[in-house]
């Protein structure tokens, strides 16, 4: 992982500030604290949904931080013979030079593809996969590419990410399509005016002849299109970071280069009070029982019940912001 | 028009299909009920576990359960030329699909999936290896996935390989590594999914420990898996993995005797 090179010294210092009683950390913060999150949900308006989420910046002139923009864009697919037809999810996760200044292109291809790939496996999965990606059935479908770009990291970069992806997504809307189907036009020169014949009457109850949509088009609407579905079930994530006996939440940078090991955990609320878990990792060289892991894993979970509720409310606020203040607003001016 | 994406091979045809074989046409595998033939749902797979079969590296180790089959070669501790001091060794794990290992071939370069089975892998080794016994050094594992059979089934029988062709090259460690992996299928936990088991699971866990010293070492869970069941999923995948540790101490043992 790509931590800020600390001497013996510093992190034996750091290591025993965790473990004092009282615990002290450089920020004066107690070990279940986290920094300041903000967020902002659609940002950038060329893509379907967007989200910055920023943990730990200087409230006074907004430096510092670890900063994370996301962005959801949809793109039509066709859908291959036996493939599904319900859409894909792909993320990705690009991390900027400037944000790892220390480490060299090679070391930083590493660390996008790990990060990559530990959002990828999490939010493709099929249990979390929204049902409204499909266009029209067997042919085309949506293809709904995450991309997230770490602009600066100070610390805690998985829950970062988890929270902006989960922000992106809330913040989705796929468009409106509407199926269309392609008919040949009636033959002129059959009884344009000489003869009556009965034209062939088509019955509602003729089911023979089934309408298939062969394309789409898009309707003109008002809005950006429908909420993407499932959205209450996107994760949210936790890491515990160990050092021998105590964890702790919410790492600055030296205090991840201090601790041994970590232990990241993913869940998803589809029903508020039962959470699942959609992901785990441990990263690190530090021991654990499997005692310790089992107890870890209960703290993470009530830790994730407070940060859920938080993280909900800040987004139906966001989304308040976004649609009714802005409505209000402009019926002021007028 | 591009002639050859890679010239140094002959590239077929642009599009290609794998052929479908006709008694494997069948219902998508969510409508089939899968039953398991041979084991239990509590069972493993036997496990053929071969150390010191590639003479020419410091120790290495050849696995097959079933359909999954690993080679391993461990080379170390050797010097690490370029990186910086480091009081502690490194470990280095390089994992490759070879190109006819899964049902769709493998592009014969570095792949992506090879990398995130590798990080796997490593974290499982990371707290065994005594690494503060070789500063400087580097110890490289090479594995080649000769057949595979699920990711998760990779990881496990990867890290069991790794772990009897360390031992195999006389490197201090604290224990031997072993792994197991569960698949949640409706209420049952299954061990020691298949491909095919995995794909209609809910949600799969692997762990990887010491049960000698009864540390785990790693933990890679995905999908969707209630808390109450991923607690049961460590308590069963930790009892199997006591199993395989007698296991894979025996096959070191025999191999040394035939040493000797």
């Not at chain 2, 692997?206 to 808390?227: D, F, K, Y």
């Amino acid at each position: 992982m790509a931590s800020t090179s600390i001497s013996k010294a510093e992190k034996s210092y750091i290591q025993a500030g965790l473990l004092a009683n009282p615990p002290r950390r450089a920020d004066g913060r107690s070990l279940h604290d986290f920094r300041v999150i903000s967020l902002e949900t659609g940002f950038a308006p060329l893509s379907n949904g967007s989200a910055h989420l920023s943990i730990g910046r200087n409230p006074h002139n907004g430096s510092g931080g670890t900063d994370i923009m996301a962005s959801v864009k949809l793109e039509v697919e066709s859908v291959e013979d036996d493939a599904s037809d319900r859409g894909r999810i792909v993320c990705n996760v690009s991390c900027s030079p400037s944000a790892y200044p220390h480490l060299t292109s090679g070391a930083l291809d590493d660390l996008q593809y790990d990060l990559t790939t530990v959002l990828h496996q999490t939010l493709s999965h099929p249990s979390l996969h929204p049902k409204n990606l499909s266009i029209i059935p067997r042919k085309k479908s949506w293809l709904l590419n995450l991309d997230l770009l770490v602009t600066a990291d100070a610390g805690n970069i998985y829950d970062a990410l988890f929270m902006a992806a989960r922000a992106a997504l809330w913040d989705t809307k796929v468009p409106r399509t509407r199926s269309v189907e392609y008919k040949s036009p009636k033959s002129l020169s059959s009884a344009s005016g000489d003869m009556d014949v009965d034209q062939d009457t088509t019955s509602g109850f003729d089911t023979r002849n089934v309408a298939h949509a062969t394309d789409f088009e898009l309707p003109d609407y008002w809005d950006e299109g429908e909420i993407l579905e499932g959205r209450e079930r996107w994760p949210v994530a936790i890491t515990l970071n160990l050092v021998k006996t105590i964890h702790f939440l919410d790492a600055t940078l030296q205090e991840e280069a201090s601790c041994a090991s970590r232990l990241l955990v993913v869940h998803s609320y589809e029903s508020p009070t039962s959470p699942t878990v959609q992901s785990m990792r441990m990263l690190g060289s530090e021991e654990l029982s499997i005692l310790n892991l089992k107890n870890l894993i209960k703290e993470a979970e009530s830790y994730t019940n407070d940060m859920f509720s938080s993280f909900t409310a800040k987004l139906e606020d966001e989304d308040f912001r976004r649609n009714q203040k802005a409505r209000e607003r402009f019926g002021k001016r007028r | 028009m591009q002639s050859a994406f890679d010239r140094r091979r002959i590239n077929g045809p642009e599009d290609s299909y794998h052929p479908v074989f006709a008694n494997k046409i069948q219902e998508s595998p969510s409508n089939v009920h899968i039953i398991r033939e041979n084991r239990k749902i509590s069972d493993i797979r036997p496990i053929f576990l071969q150390p010191g079969l590639i003479s020419q590296a410091n120790g290495s180790a050849y696995i097959e359960m079933e359909s999954m089959k690993i080679a391993c070669s461990v080379y170390g501790p050797r010097q690490s030329k370029n990186t910086a001091y480091n009081e502690k060794g490194r470990l280095n794990v390089e994992v490759k699909f070879a190109p006819y290992s899964c049902e769709l071939r493998r592009s014969p370069l570095r792949d992506a999936e090879d990398r995130s089975i590798a990080v796997a892998i490593q974290q499982a080794l990371l707290s065994s290896v005594q690494l503060e016994h070789f500063p400087k050094s580097t110890i490289d594992i090479f594995l080649v996935i000769i057949e595979a059979d699920g990711i998760e089934g990779c990881i496990a029988s990867g890290s069991i390989a790794a772990s009897t062709a360390l031992a195999d090259a006389g490197i201090d460690m604290y224990g031997l590594v072993t792994s197991c992996a569960t698949a949640v299928i409706g209420t049952d936990l299954w061990i020691d999914p298949t491909q095919e088991e995995s794909n209609t699971a809910s949600g799969t866990l692997i762990l990887s420990c010491m049960p000698a010293l009864g540390i785990v070492t790693n933990v890679w869970q995905s999908g969707r898996i209630a808390p109450s069941e991923i607690l049961a999923c460590i308590d069963a995948c930790n009892d199997r993995c006591t199993d395989i540790h007698s296991v894979v101490a025996q096959a070191l043992l025999d191999s040394a005797h035939n040493k000797i």
